[in-house]
């Protein structure tokens, strides 16, 4: 999974939208390719923002990448191309994070006017960039599911490994000092009305 673009664009209806600011991370692509797929990148994130005026939030397929766009009310627009694998949930939070570390710098006024590609600087860009090449470590919510999906695949593995030794859960508990009597009555009850049907 990984990010190779972040554009952040001023679009009007009906205009050709104009980069104001751009950071790619082109480490993956060969030095005499990383010109072309740069180009290829600026090109697909200005057709699309041209493109995508009844929706404020779009992701399109390009080959084996991904490129998501975000439209904000203000003529704001903000793309990032990315492969296929890349969650979009974390691709609209980079493009949000990308346009609100914009305006924070610029506010309204000052990209407003413009009317050709400019190449503005936004500080902590390149730094998200990074950051999101990891969408576990950048996104909370992938951080935590994928700490559940390892404790999960280590949870079944003890589990496995448990039934691996000729035993049966049920076995253990009838041997087990620690159950009462009901406990262990539970056990076998469970077990018999489990048996009749079949959870796949």
């Known amino acids: 999974m990984k990010v190779i673009s972040v554009i952040i664009a001023r679009w009007r209806d009906g205009a050709a939208p104009f980069l104001l ?3 790619f991370n082109l480490s993956e692509f060969g030095y005499f390719t990383r010109g072309s797929v740069k180009e290829v990148a600026v090109f697909v994130s200005r057709e699309v ?21 975000r439209l904000l009310p203000n003529g704001l627009a903000a793309a990032t ?3 296929q694998e890349y969650p979009a949930r974390v691709a609209f939070s980079l493009l949000q994070s990308a346009t609100d570390a914009f305006l924070k710098q610029y506010g309204q006024t000052k990209w407003d006017q413009i009317s050709q590609d400019a190449t503005m600087t936004v500080q ?5 960039l990074t950051q999101y090449q990891k969408p576990e470590e950048a996104d909370k919510i992938m951080r935590i599911q994928k700490e559940l999906d390892e404790t999960k695949a280590v949870l079944l593995t003890s589990i496995d490994q448990l039934l691996q030794r000729g035993e049966k859960l049920e076995e253990l508990a009838q041997k087990s000092n620690d159950l009462s009597f009901q406990s262990k009555a539970f056990v076998d009850r469970a077990t018999d009305l ?7």
Not at 194 to 200: H, K
Request: aromatic content about 2%; charged content about 20%; glycine content about 2%.
């Open 49 to 69: 923002i041209s493109r995508a005026k009844s929706s404020p939030m779009m992701s399109v397929k390009h080959q084996e990448y991904v490129c998501h766009v």
């Open 124 to 128: 902590g860009l390149p730094e998200l």
């Open 21 to 23: 600011a751009s950071e």
């Open 81 to 83: 191309l990315t492969d």
């Open 194 to 200: 489990n048996s009749c049907c079949t959870i796949l």
